[in-house]
C-alpha cells in the first residue's frame, strides 16, 4: 500500500517529538556558559546544570510506558508537549539557578516519554511494509532537532542580546513545543491501543483512515496478536534464559555513551573554546557537526539492511577510536588547533553512520516477543544512565586533569567496544525476529 495523506500526517505529528528530543536535548550547549558566569557554578555544578535534564529523561522514559499502555500514545504525548512549553517558558523566565535547575528537570521528563512513545505511536499506526522506514523518521528529527538547536544558538548569539541572550536561547523550544501540541490534537488514537481497550469500531475506523487496503483484516491481526502478548505479560526479563540479549542491550546502550557522543554535544562550544575558538566560531561550527550527523544518519538509513548492524558498529568503532585519539592528541601537544574541527566532523560522520542508526534497532531485536518492550527499556536505562553520568562528569575531569583526558577515556572505551563487538556481537540483518529468539536465547543459556 502506499501511504495516504491522513497515515504521513500522523506519522510526521509523532516523529515531531523526536525534533523536539534533539532541540532540547542540546540545546543548553549555547546557554551554560552564561549559566555559569551568572550564577558563579563550578564544575561539579556545571555538569550538574548539564545532567538535571537527564535525570528527568530517565524518570520520564521508565514511567512512560506505564502511563501511555494506561492512557494511549497519543493523549501521552500530549502531555510531553505540554511538559515541554512549561519546560520552555520556565527555563527561559527562571529566577534562579533552583527554578532553572526545576524547569530542566521537567523539560527532562518530557524529553524521556517521548524518546519512548513518540516510535510507539508511528509502529502501531504504520502498515508492517513500511513500519521500518516510518519509525526511522524518529530518529531522523532527533538528530535534525540536534542542528536545529545549534543553529538557533548560532542565530541568537549574533543578535547580540547581551544578558537575556541565554534566556532566548533556552526559550525559543517553546515555539516548536506549542506547534506539537496544536498538531497533536488532529490526529487519531492508535488502533492498537483502541482494541487493547476494546474498542473495536473505533480501531476499525482509525484503520480505514489511514488507508489500511483490509482493515477486517489487519483489526483481526492486532487482535489476535493482543491475546498472545496477554498470555506473556508477565513474564520476567531478568532470567537466566536472556541473560545473552541483556548483555548486547546492556553493552550497546553502555558503548553508545561510552564512544563520547553526549558529552561532545553537550559541551560543544567548551570544546571549541579549550581549542582557542571564539563562542560565534565555535557556534558555527558546531552546526557543521549538527549537519554532518543528518546526512550520515541518512546513509546509514539507506544501508543497514544491506551492509548489516555489526559490520556499522565495527566501521564506526575503528573510526570513532581513531577521531578521538585524535582530539586527546590535540589537547594534549597544544598544536593543530585547527584540525579539531575536521577531527570531529569526521568523529560524527562514524558515530551517525554506526551507533547512532544501529543502537534502537539492534536493542529491539534482540529480545524475543515476550519481553521485548522490558528489553528495550533495560537497553534504554543503560544508555540514560551512562548519558547522565557521563556529562556530569566530564566537566569535573576537564578541570581537574585535562581537556585531553576524557577524550583519551572514550577513545579506548571505543576500542573495548570494536573487540566486543568484533568477538560477542551476532549479525541481525535479514533474519527474522523468530529466528533471532531461538538463536539469542539459546546462546543464553
Not at 520476567?236 to 558503548?255: D, M
Not at 547512532?356 to 537497553?379: D, H, L
Not at 562528569?393 to 563487538?421: E, K, R, Y
Request: aromatic share 12%; net charge positive; with cysteine.
Amino acid at each position: 500500500m502506499r501511504p495516504n495523506l491522513n497515515l504521513i500526517k500522523a506519522t510526521l505529528t509523532g516523529a515531531l517529538g523526536g525534533l523536539l528530543f534533539g532541540f532540547d536535548t542540546v540545546v543548553i550547549a549555547g546557554a551554560i556558559d552564561a549559566l555559569v558566569n551568572l550564577y558563579h557554578l563550578s564544575p561539579q555544578y556545571k555538569g550538574f546544570t548539564v545532567s538535571i535534564g537527564l535525570v528527568g529523561t530517565v524518570i520520564g522514559a521508565l514511567a512512560a510506558g506505564q502511563i501511555g499502555q494506561r492512557l494511549g500514545s497519543r493523549e501521552t504525548l500530549r502531555i510531553t508537549a505540554i511538559l515541554y512549553v512549561i519546560s520552555a517558558a520556565g527555563c527561559a523566565f527562571a529566577w534562579n539557578w533552583d527554578s532553572f535547575l526545576l524547569f530542566r528537570f521537567i523539560g527532562g521528563l518530557g524529553i524521556g516519554a517521548s524518546s519512548v512513545l513518540g516510535p510507539v505511536y508511528i509502529a502501531e499506526l504504520s502498515p508492517a511494509k513500511l513500519r521500518g522506514r516510518f519509525v526511522a523518521l524518529f530518529q531522523f528529527n532527533v538528530v535534525f532537532g540536534i542542528m536545529l538547536a545549534y543553529m538557533s544558538n548560532y542565530f541568537i548569539r549574533t543578535l547580540q542580546l547581551g544578558a537575556t541572550e541565554w534566556r532566548w536561547q533556552v526559550g525559543v523550544a517553546g515555539i516548536p513545543a506549542v506547534g506539537f501540541l496544536i498538531l497533536l490534537f488532529g490526529i487519531p488514537r492508535s488502533p492498537r491501543w483502541s482494541a487493547s481497550r476494546n474498542r473495536i469500531d473505533e480501531a476499525l475506523q482509525v484503520l480505514r483512515l489511514m488507508g489500511d487496503p483490509n482493515p477486517e483484516a489487519e483489526l483481526a491481526d492486532i487482535r489476535a496478536a493482543l491475546s498472545e502478548e496477554h498470555a506473556t505479560a508477565h513474564e520476567r526479563v531478568f532470567q537466566s534464559k536472556y541473560r545473552f540479549p541483556l548483555f548486547l542491550a546492556i553493552s550497546i546502550g553502555a558503548f553508545n555513551q561510552l564512544a563520547g557522543i553526549n558529552a561532545i554535544l553537550y559541551y560543544i562550544n567548551d570544546i571549541f573554546a579549550y581549542a582557542g575558538y571564539t563562542t560565534l566560531s565555535g557556534d558555527q561550527k558546531a552546526i557543521a557537526i549538527g549537519a554532518t550527523n543528518v546526512v550520515f544518519t541518512m546513509v546509514a538509513m539507506t544501508v543497514i539492511d544491506k551492509l548489516g548492524r555489526k559490520i556499522l558498529l565495527l566501521v564506526g568503532a575503528a573510526g570513532m577510536a581513531t577521531c578521538l585519539g585524535g582530539v586527546a592528541w590535540i589537547f594534549s601537544s597544544h598544536a593543530h588547533q585547527g584540525m579539531l574541527v575536521w577531527i570531529l566532523i569526521t568523529y560524527m560522520a562514524f558515530f551517525a553512520f554506526s551507533q547512532g542508526a544501529v543502537i534502537w534497532v539492534y536493542i529491539g531485536e534482540v529480545f524475543p516477543t515476550s519481553v521485548r518492550s522490558k528489553g528495550q527499556g533495560v537497553g534504554s536505562a543503560s544508555h540514560w544512565f551512562m548519558n547522565a553520568a557521563i556529562a556530569m562528569a566530564f566537566p569535573v575531569i576537564v578541570n581537574s586533569i585535562s581537556p585531553a583526558s576524557p577524550f583519551m577515556f572514550f577513545s579506548v572505551m571505543t576500542v573495548v567496544q570494536f573487540f566486543t563487538v568484533l568477538f560477542f556481537y551476532p549479525e541481525t540483518k535479514g533474519q527474522t525476529l523468530e529466528d533471532l529468539q531461538r538463536k539469542l536465547v539459546h546462546v543464553g543459556h
